[in-house]
């Protein structure tokens, strides 16, 4: 009953290194988003998928890819890191949509980029 | 127009108290108002969530109160206890998949 799953935990990248972040669910639910979390700014939309094969921009994708090859994954990726990319990332998951049924999130992962 | 406006920032409420934390939005295509608890180190998880076809939801020591015509919903959270301590952010949705989050309140408990 492991629900939404994160890895890795931590991260430290230089400036310009690029990493993936691992995003893995077991509750079979069609839709997954990634959110980063800063201080005072609450959880942005990174970027979404409505389904396997499909992914979508949400308020804050510059910077970053993703891509959702199998159903139960999601991955979020970082070209070139930048400091301004140092943040709390939270991946998330729902059976119909973010925005009439509840979002399942992961434990984060607390990416530090110098 | 898609804002959620979140307050207070934080609060600090003695054990047995009533904490109260008010969001504010301005879009009327808002249909679904979910409030999210999240404790350090974890993800936030679903709290209660309430939809605009009535003004108030209780959930045990948890109540959403809606005001439709004021665009405005409230928690409050009765007999406050050190384990309710934990940053809530309320949220407002539209179109099935579309999610707004307030900006976060930090809620400290104390004995």
């Known amino acids: 009953n492991a629900g939404v799953t994160q890895t890795p935990k931590f991260r430290v990248l230089k400036t310009g290194q690029s990493m993936t972040l691992l995003c893995a669910q077991d509750m079979n639910h069609e839709y997954m988003y990634w959110y980063r979390q800063d201080p005072g700014m609450g959880l942005r939309l990174i970027h979404y998928s409505v389904g396997e094969g499909t992914t979508a921009k949400g308020e804050v994708p510059d910077g970053y890819n993703v891509s959702r090859l199998k159903k139960q994954n999601f991955l979020l990726g970082l070209e070139s890191a930048a400091p301004s990319q140092t943040s709390v990332y939270f991946c998330?998951?729902?059976?119909?949509?973010?925005?009439?049924?509840?979002?399942?999130f992961g434990n984060g992962t607390r990416l530090t980029v110098t | 127009q898609q804002q959620v406006k979140q307050s207070p920032q934080s609060l600090i409420v003695q054990k047995g108290g009533i904490s109260i934390i008010n969001c504010a939005y301005e879009n009327t295509a808002f249909d679904y108002f979910p409030w999210y608890q999240q404790f350090p180190g974890k993800g936030p998880a679903l709290l209660i969530a309430?939809?605009?076809?009535?003004s108030e939801k209780k959930e045990g020591r948890f109540t959403i109160s809606f005001n439709k015509s004021a665009k405005q919903f409230s928690l409050h959270i009765m007999d406050s206890q050190p384990g309710d301590s934990a940053t809530y952010f309320c949220a407002a949705g539209w179109g099935g998949n579309k999610l707004t989050f307030g900006t976060g309140t930090q809620l400290k408990v104390e004995l």
């Open positions: 998330a998951s729902s059976s119909q949509g973010a925005g009439r049924s509840p979002l399942h």
């Open positions: 309430i939809r605009p076809d009535v």
